[in-house]
């Protein structure tokens, strides 16, 4: 085999792409790896806080957003999160569950980058980074890459680029432009796991709630998530908007229950002998300050003893029917995964190999698989890497 030849070439050393170098190598193949960029693996770097949340004990088909929903079944079963964690533990990479089945590092997430690289070099990979893809040509002897770093040749070709997500630390759209060469239909991508803005005249009106973090439930239609929720100078962030994000669409309105365990309504029935201002006895559900804010909305400050039957409906709407129509996201700046991707139609599922180019691969954040916020995104990456390497 000549120098610049190779068995597979992965494009892409992030999560995805690292993990399936190492399995490749691991299982004999002569692999190289290639990145734009000058640093390895930079979204696990700032993943998770700093921590990485790698992975979800709960990781389940249902937890990812896709047109086929049923796509990631086979490779989420195939690679688990307790995979994941056993290769942690091998190595002495110690851990924890933050809340809701989210793994976290007890180390700076780089443990994880390291990890990997160990594991790469440990298989035989060669990674060249600061490498530039100019051109892919297919032949019956496989694929020819034009690179700033000479030309390189593989039977195999995977594509791990990744989504549009954080542009100012690599983030292209070239996994998308390889599968348009190829003729792969893409699903149209837009910013997910994002903060949300709202109109000017409406951030005016919810003013006085920037910077309260409340427990909310979010939803968009049938769709909803249990979790903190936050207003912000822009408009709305916090886990459950991120969550909601990610199936929110341009001119949909948003819902939010502020007080999802209780009926406020029922709760002033039963106060109605309380001479308490209403600011005061909201303060029982929620902060001061968000109480206030509240009043302040409903412009009524009577005590539940003097409201009348309009103002506990107008009460009950403000609170449990909170609605707002987002004018937009934040965007691909501040979005943690891009929604969207390589068409999972295009794609087998036990292996991600393009059904009508033999040789080609899609791993990762790249291809129509978006998962909710929670460490399923590196649990994708994990196990449709590996769907990808146990195949060569
Ligand atoms: C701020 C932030 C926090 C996050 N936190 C979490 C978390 O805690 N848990 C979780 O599950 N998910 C998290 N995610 C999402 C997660 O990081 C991604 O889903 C995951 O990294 C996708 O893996 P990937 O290998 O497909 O792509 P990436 O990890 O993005 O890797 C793609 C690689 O391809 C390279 N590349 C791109 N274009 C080119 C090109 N033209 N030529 C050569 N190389 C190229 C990039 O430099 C990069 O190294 C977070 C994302 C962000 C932005």
């Not at 309504?265 to 002998?273: A, D, K, L, V």
């Amino acid at each position: 085999m000549q120098e610049n030849t190779f068995d597979v070439i992965i494009i892409g050393a992030g999560a995805a792409g690292l993990m399936c170098a190492q399995f490749a190598a691991g299982s004999g193949n002569k692999v190289l790896i290639l990145d734009h960029s000058h640093k390895l693996a930079e979204k696990i770097r700032i993943s998770g806080g700093g921590r990485c949340n790698f992975t979800n004990l709960n990781t389940a088909p249902e937890c990812y957003i896709s047109q086929n929903k049923h796509f990631a079944t086979s490779a989420l079963a195939r690679y688990t999160p307790q995979h994941f964690t056993e290769l942690l533990n091998q190595h002495n990479i110690t851990y924890h569950e933050k809340t809701l089945g989210q793994l976290f590092c007890d180390d700076k997430s780089q443990v994880i980058i390291d990890l990997l690289d160990f594991l790469c070099r440990d298989s035989g990979v060669l990674r060249l980074m600061e490498t530039n893809v100019e051109n892919i040509e297919r032949s019956s002897a496989g694929f020819t890459l034009t690179s700033s770093k000479g030309i390189f040749k593989s039977e195999k070709l995977v594509i791990a680029t990744g989504g549009l997500a954080i542009p100012q630390i690599g983030a292209t759209p070239f996994g998308y432009q390889i599968a348009e060469q190829f003729g792969l239909a893409i699903v149209p991508t837009a910013p997910a796991l994002v903060p949300l803005c709202l109109q000017p005249q409406q951030l005016n009106e919810f003013k006085t709630l920037s910077g309260i973090s409340f427990d909310s439930e979010t939803s968009v239609d049938k769709i909803s998530f249990r979790e903190n929720s936050l207003f912000t100078h822009r408009g709305l962030s916090g886990p459950a908007i991120l969550q909601i994000s990610s199936y929110w669409h341009p001119g949909d309105k948003l819902k939010l229950n502020l007080l999802p365990n209780l009926d406020i309504s029922q709760e002033i029935e039963s106060n109605r002998n309380s001479n308490k201002r209403l600011s005061n006895f909201l303060a029982n559900y929620f902060s001061s300050r968000m109480a206030d804010s509240l009043v302040n909305l409903l412009k009524c400050d009577l005590p539940p003893s003097q409201l009348n039957k309009s103002q506990i409906a107008n009460l009950g709407q403000l609170i449990h029917n909170f609605t707002v129509t987002p004018s937009g996201t934040e965007g691909y700046k501040k979005a943690e995964v891009t929604r969207g991707g390589v068409a999972t139609t295009e794609l087998n599922s036990k292996t991600m190999m393009a059904n009508n180019v033999d040789g080609l691969y899609f791993i990762g954040e790249v291809v129509d698989v978006t998962g909710h916020l929670g460490g399923y995104n590196f649990q994708w990456a994990w196990a449709s890497a590996y769907a990808a390497a146990k195949s060569f």
